[in-house]
């Protein structure tokens, strides 16, 4: 992975987290990087709610001025 940018966690219960998040990634396996993230989520920090968007490049949200 290149880097990641649009990254949202927000509480979905008491007990259940939701992520979502682009990544610019540019290897071979899509399938099996998905997995590899899921994974790793759920086992480090207990989230299995998780919408992942991999972007070759990086979309123009990447570069976006949330400040204002
Ligand atoms: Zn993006």
Redesign the pocket.
């Known amino acids: 992975m290149q880097s990641l940018?649009?990254l949202h966690i927000w509480p979905l219960s008491t007990t259940r987290t939701a992520l979502a998040v682009?990544l610019v990634w540019q290897g071979s396996d899509p399938d099996a990087f998905l997995d590899r993230v899921t994974d790793a989520l759920a086992k480090t920090h207990g989230i299995a709610n998780v919408t992942l968007?991999l972007?070759r490049n990086?979309?123009d949200?990447?570069h976006a001025d949330f400040s204002s």
């Open positions: 940018h649009d682009h968007q972007e990086p979309c949200r990447a």
